[in-house]
């Protein structure tokens, strides 16, 4: 690691761990009234991240880093600046929720940063030990996120079930490791691979995949492995909601890239199965139940899972793919999807706090009741963001399920294609509810006070903007994916 170069290439993460310094120093020294100023300070951090991405860009490095540990190639400078995108909205989002109900902001925003920087030891993982580092980077700061209203009693529940059930799937993780590392003799993905390619397969083989299967879909909220996320997510401050499904989701999903594109990639003829069959159920029930709900909160956290169902679906093209065309057709399509998802799913929970400056309500429907007549930017801007949810042009929701389809069907599967625009109609009923309640109810007898942070409304409309602009124009991301 003396190697100029390789050090260059750890920039961003470099410039990310010294704001998190920064900003727990100048907290400790700000009195409460100026506590506001830690806001602008962390927007500058991230900020700063990325223009450290973008210099690695431009000069990116050769090769792997640090023994053959860790890579910074054109995959991981995408995940990474997906991270600061994430980071940034919620450091938008959070301070009008936060200091109604008397949260900490500096405390909120250093774990933020925290846990951004385990998604970004994730993105560049090249090795099981470096992954699974960057995995509790990432998790243990959001347990602590979902538990941060301390007097609040659903807060306290969904922490300790995402704890409890997070620690139980590290483990499991963990014991796919240590006998992936058994069979094979080495941790790097690189010679994993040379291992597996051999043609190596048999029962260990087979139980080693199943615990990393099982240990790496549980973090991205797959069925059967999601009972933590409904509570979790119901519980969690609103803002910091946005964050665990967007965030932990693009950490998850760049463990499964690295693991299974990479080191199991010789083996994709047989975890192709198992992923297409998660797919197809997490998509299902997250829909189905997600149908059932009447708090808005809990109906976008059921409709995370199955979002999660559609990028598995990208996934298992890739592992069907035998052209390697479409395998990195696959690869891209999940990538756009997940920054699709990110910047849509957090921008409509941050519309969800707005709706819970009364610390009494829980965003039910009656919420949004005759929305557009009391605050109409706001009832329009959520529109835009459930359409893309949905999937409806010209937003970025229907570039990235199209793709995902495309990827499926150019892989031969094009009955998991049916599948994803089955799943996706099942959705409309939902998402387009709520936009009935905002235009076409009347508003409830004593309609929940909207926040009205300037803040927070300018994160909205970035969001908005976001997902717009990559919807008329998805080649400014494409451009940007590996090829």
Do not use: C
């Amino acid at each position: 690691m003396n190697d100029p170069a390789a050090l260059y290439a750890l920039l961003p993460e470099a410039v990310l761990a010294i704001s998190i310094l920064v900003i727990i120093t100048v907290d400790l020294f700000l009195a409460r009234e100026r506590k506001w100023l830690l806001t602008p300070l962390t927007v500058a951090g991230l900020a700063a991240t990325a223009l450290a991405i973008a210099a690695v860009w431009a000069t990116p490095p050769s090769g792997a880093l640090a023994g053959g540990v860790y890579t910074v190639d054109r995959l991981a400078l995408v995940l990474k600046l997906a991270a600061v995108g994430i980071g940034l909205l919620t450091t938008l989002f959070a301070p009008g929720y936060l200091v109604v109900r008397r949260l900490p902001l500096g405390e909120f925003n250093a774990i933020l940063l925290f846990s951004t920087l385990g998604i970004f030891v994730l993105s560049s993982s090249a090795d099981l030990i470096t992954l699974f580092l960057g995995l509790e980077l990432m998790v243990m700061p959001a347990y602590l996120l979902t538990a941060f209203h301390k007097t609040d009693r659903f807060s306290n529940e969904g922490g300790l079930k995402y704890f409890l059930l997070g620690s139980f799937a590290s483990a499991i993780l963990l014991f796919g490791i240590a006998w992936t590392y058994g069979l094979t003799g080495s941790t790097v993905f690189t010679e994993i691979a040379e291992v597996f390619s051999g043609g190596l397969m048999n029962g260990a083989v087979l139980v080693a995949i199943g615990f990393l299967t099982v240990g790496a879909t549980f973090k991205a909220a797959a069925v059967p492995f999601h009972f933590w996320t409904p509570d979790a997510y119901q519980g969690a401050p609103t803002p910091i909601t946005g964050f665990l499904s967007a965030g932990p989701k693009l950490g998850a999903f760049a463990l499964l890239l690295r693991l299974f594109s990479e080191a199991l990639g010789p083996l994709r003829a047989d975890w192709l199965d198992v992923f297409v069959v998660l797919a197809v159920v997490t998509m299902t029930f997250g829909n189905v139940v997600a149908l059932t709900q009447t708090n808005v909160k809990r109906m976008l956290a059921y409709s995370s899972i199955a979002h999660t169902g559609y990028i598995l679906a990208g996934l298992s093209a890739f592992a069907a793919a035998s052209d390697p065309r479409v395998a990195t057709q696959a690869i891209e399509a999940v990538v756009f999807y997940l920054v699709g998802y990110s910047v849509m799913n957090i921008g409509a929970f941050a519309v969800v706090g707005m709706l819970q400056r009364d610390v009494r309500r829980y965003g039910g429907l009656g919420s949004f009741a005759g929305l557009a007549r009391r605050q109409p930017a706001l009832a329009a801007a959520m529109t835009v963001l459930l359409l893309s949810l949905t999937g409806i042009p010209p937003t970025v929701g229907f570039f990235a399920k199209l793709y995902v389809l495309l990827a499926s069907v150019d892989a031969g599967l094009a009955w998991l294609a049916v599948a994803i625009a089955l799943n996706a109609a099942l959705a409309a009923f939902y998402y387009l509810r709520v936009v009935v309640y905002m235009y076409m109810r009347d508003p409830e007898a004593e309609p929940a006070e909207v926040e009205r942070s300037g803040v927070g409304r300018l994160a909205l409309g970035l969001s908005v903007a976001g997902v717009l602009l990559l919807g008329i124009f998805p080649g400014i991301l494409l451009g940007w994916l590996p090829a």
